[in-house]
């Protein structure tokens, strides 16, 4: 082999080996950005979905709260480009912005890139709800956020006051489910039975113990501002007490958030419609009373 071809040979290897270390320099700084934008995107889905479980009503909580995940998921206050609520409050969006420095393409001039990442969560009917409690709202009646409702004050029926047998029946399985909330899941279209009677003593014990807990653990807690998870925080069943009589079978159609308020000497229940996330499986066109499960929209 002469000599020129040889040189030949050394150049064009040169020229191979150039551009084999070019492209792989390129693909090291294309997978930086990649792999920095899909930690932004986790950040930034964690974050509105945290922050969701405050709306309606607490929008400035909901950013706080989306902002301080977003954080926890290492995201510095400056990558926050903002956090923002829709006017309806039903939903939140996060735009999240890091600039990620190149190793290779300094090379060529271009010391950094640019990654985004954007995610909005937003609020649906809560179709399946665990921890209901065993007293139902008549699907009858129209209810407004905020309206103060008694339970267990009217007669739906004859022997129905409202009460329901959830996993069992009694005084004691009633008293437990208020306290506690009935285990299980319950889904919009199930039927539940009525539990006849008003069980005076338990349902006073039941419900005393809820607020004395709530009170304990949050005793700053306000209808207008609480935690989710205050013991006052009821969520009910709305159901269709139509023709009932004495033990029946009814279907529930929604679910409700209530803050209860107090028992009076009278055994008259005080509670108010509250606009809240509930433990719940989203459900979108699930009828909506108040009570909201959280999804990711984008």
Request: no cysteine.
């Given at each position: 082999?002469?000599?020129?071809?040889?040189?030949?040979?050394?150049?064009?290897?040169?020229?191979?080996?150039?551009?084999?270390?070019?492209?792989?320099?390129?693909?090291?700084?294309?997978?930086?950005?990649?792999?920095?934008?899909?930690?932004?995107?986790?950040?930034?889905?964690?974050?509105?979905?945290?922050?969701?479980?405050?709306?309606?009503?607490?929008?400035?909580?909901?950013?706080?709260?989306?902002?301080?995940?977003?954080?926890q998921n290492g995201i510095a206050a400056n990558e926050i480009n903002s956090t923002t609520v829709a006017s309806d409050q039903m939903s939140i969006t996060v735009q999240l912005v890091r600039t990620v420095p190149y190793y290779f393409a300094k090379v060529i001039g271009i010391s950094s890139g640019?990654?985004?990442?954007?995610?909005?969560?937003?609020?649906?009917?809560?179709?399946?709800?665990?921890?209901?409690?065993?007293?139902?709202?008549?699907?009858?009646?129209?209810?407004?956020?905020?309206?103060?409702?008694?339970?267990?004050?009217?007669?739906?029926?004859?022997?129905?006051?409202?009460?329901?047998?959830?996993?069992?029946?009694?005084?004691?399985?009633?008293?437990?489910?208020?306290?506690?909330?009935?285990?299980?899941?319950?889904?919009?279209?199930?039927?539940?039975?009525?539990?006849?009677?008003?069980?005076?003593?338990?349902?006073?014990?039941?419900?005393?113990?809820?607020?004395?807990?709530?009170?304990?653990?949050?005793?700053?807690?306000?209808?207008?501002?609480?935690?989710?998870?205050?013991?006052?925080?009821?969520?009910?069943?709305?159901?269709?007490?139509?023709?009932?009589?004495?033990?029946?079978?009814?279907?529930?159609?929604?679910?409700?958030?209530?803050?209860?308020?107090?028992?009076?000497?009278?055994?008259?229940?005080?509670?108010?419609?509250?606009?809240?996330?509930?433990?719940?499986?989203?459900?979108?066109?699930?009828?909506?009373?108040?009570?909201?499960?959280?999804?990711?929209?984008?």
């Amino acid at each position: 082999m002469t000599r020129k071809y040889t040189a030949q040979i050394v150049v064009i290897m040169t020229l191979v080996v150039a551009t084999l270390i070019g492209t792989v320099a390129l693909g090291t700084d294309v997978g930086l950005l990649y792999y920095n934008w899909g930690l932004l995107q986790k950040a930034a889905d964690s974050a509105v979905l945290a922050g969701a479980s405050y709306l309606p009503g607490d929008s400035a909580n909901a950013v706080a709260v989306a902002n301080s995940f977003a954080a926890q998921n290492g995201i510095a206050a400056n990558e926050i480009n903002s956090t923002t609520v829709a006017s309806d409050q039903m939903s939140i969006t996060v735009q999240l912005v890091r600039t990620v420095p190149y190793y290779f393409a300094k090379v060529i001039g271009i010391s950094s890139g640019l990654v985004t990442a954007r995610a909005t969560a937003g609020l649906v009917g809560a179709g399946v709800v665990t921890g209901m409690a065993p007293i139902g709202i008549d699907s009858r009646t129209s209810y407004a956020y905020g309206q103060s409702i008694n339970l267990m004050t009217g007669q739906y029926g004859p022997g129905n006051w409202g009460p329901l047998a959830l996993n069992g029946t009694g005084a004691s399985n009633f008293a437990n489910n208020i306290q506690n909330g009935a285990s299980g899941n319950f889904a919009v279209g199930e039927m539940v039975a009525t539990e006849p009677g008003s069980m005076v003593g338990p349902t006073r014990a039941a419900f005393n113990a809820r607020l004395s807990a709530g009170a304990d653990s949050f005793p700053s807690g306000t209808l207008s501002s609480h935690t989710l998870d205050d013991p006052r925080v009821v969520t009910v069943p709305i159901v269709n007490y139509a023709n009932i009589n004495g033990s029946s079978l009814v279907p529930v159609v929604g679910f409700a958030e209530l803050w209860l308020v107090g028992m009076d000497s009278h055994e008259t229940i005080s509670t108010y419609f509250l606009k809240q996330v509930t433990s719940s499986t989203p459900s979108p066109g699930a009828p909506i009373y108040g009570a909201y499960a959280v999804v990711l929209i984008s």
